[in-house]
T-cell receptor, first 116, second 112 residues
Framework: GAGVSQSPSNKVTEKGKDVELRCDPI?????LYWYRQSLGQGLEFLIY????????KSGLPSDRFSAERTGGSVSTLTIQRTQQEDSAVYLC??????????????FGPGTRLTVL | SQKIEQNSEALNIQEGKTATLTCNYT??????LQWYRQDPGRGPVFLLL?????KEKRKERLKVTFDTTLKQSLFHITASQPADSATYLC???????????FGAGTRLAVHP
C-alpha cells in the first residue's frame, strides 16, 4: 500500500519565480493538509481540505500562496513570486476523517524548497 | 494567546533509562492530543493518541499521560534505545475539528 507521496523532493528556484508542489494522498483519505516546516521549527499549518467542503485557508501566510485539490485526491500547492523566506520543507498529510475522535495523519516525505 | 510548548533543548539520556518529554498548552481545550516522531529529512510518524477522558495510554514501551487540569501531556519511553533518537512532536485538536496544531518538538538523543 502506497503512502502519501510528494513531488518534487527538492526544488531550487530563483526569487520571483512561481513554484508548484504536488501531493498524492493515500487512496480513500478524505482529509488533506499542507504544512510548512522551517529549519529547526515545528510544523506550521497552511491549509486543510475535507471532502467537498470549502478548504480552511486560515494558515496561508500571504495571497502568494494557494492550493487546490482536484477530484478529492491530488493536491497542488502553488507559491507565486517566491521570496527567500519561503524556503522551507513543505509537508503534506492525509487522514481518514469519518471519525473525528481518531484523526491520525499520514505524512509524506516533504518537498524541500530553496529560494535563491 | 494560544500556545503549545515543548522543551526546545535536546534531551540526552543513557540507553536503558526512561525518557520523559513534556508538552504544555495554554488557551486550548483539546478533545484529544497526539504524539508524533520525526526523523531527520522525513515526515512525522504517528505514535499515540490520547483523549481528554483518558488519563493514560500505553503502546509497547511508550506511555502518554494527559492532564487537562494542568494542561499538560507527558510522553515516556521506557528502556530507551539509541534507535529512539528522534524529534518528538505533540499535536492537539481543539473541539471536533480535524485541524492539528503542532508543538515545535523536542529532540531526544539516546546514548549507548
Amino acid at each position: 500500500g502506497a503512502g502519501v507521496s510528494q513531488s518534487p523532493s527538492n526544488k531550487v528556484t530563483e526569487k520571483g519565480k512561481d513554484v508548484e508542489l504536488r501531493c498524492d494522498p493515500i487512496s480513500g483519505h478524505t482529509a488533506l493538509y499542507w504544512y510548512r516546516q522551517s529549519l529547526g521549527q515545528g510544523l506550521e499549518f497552511l491549509i486543510y481540505f475535507q471532502g467537498n467542503s470549502a478548504p480552511d485557508k486560515s494558515g496561508l501566510p500571504s495571497d502568494r500562496f494557494s492550493a487546490e485539490r482536484t477530484g478529492g485526491s491530488v493536491s497542488t500547492l502553488t507559491i507565486q513570486r517566491t521570496q527567500q523566506e519561503d524556503s522551507a520543507v513543505y509537508l503534506c498529510a492525509s487522514s481518514l476523517a469519518q471519525d473525528p475522535s481518531y484523526n491520525e495523519q499520514f505524512f509524506g516525505p516533504g518537498t524541500r524548497l530553496t529560494v535563491l | 494567546s494560544q500556545k503549545i510548548e515543548q522543551n526546545s533543548e535536546a534531551l540526552n539520556i543513557q540507553e536503558g533509562k526512561t525518557a520523559t518529554l513534556t508538552c504544555n498548552y495554554t488557551n486550548y481545550s483539546p478533545a484529544y492530543l497526539q504524539w508524533y516522531r520525526q526523523d531527520p529529512g522525513r515526515g512525522p510518524v504517528f505514535l499515540l493518541l490520547i483523549r481528554e477522558n483518558e488519563k493514560e495510554k500505553r503502546k509497547e514501551r511508550l506511555k502518554v499521560t494527559f492532564d487537562t487540569t494542568l494542561k499538560q501531556s507527558l510522553f515516556h519511553i521506557t528502556a530507551s534505545q539509541p534507535a529512539d533518537s528522534a524529534t518528538y512532536l505533540c499535536a492537539l485538536v481543539s473541539g471536533g475539528y480535524n485541524k492539528l496544531i503542532f508543538g515545535a518538538g523536542t529532540r531526544l538523543a539516546v546514548h549507548p
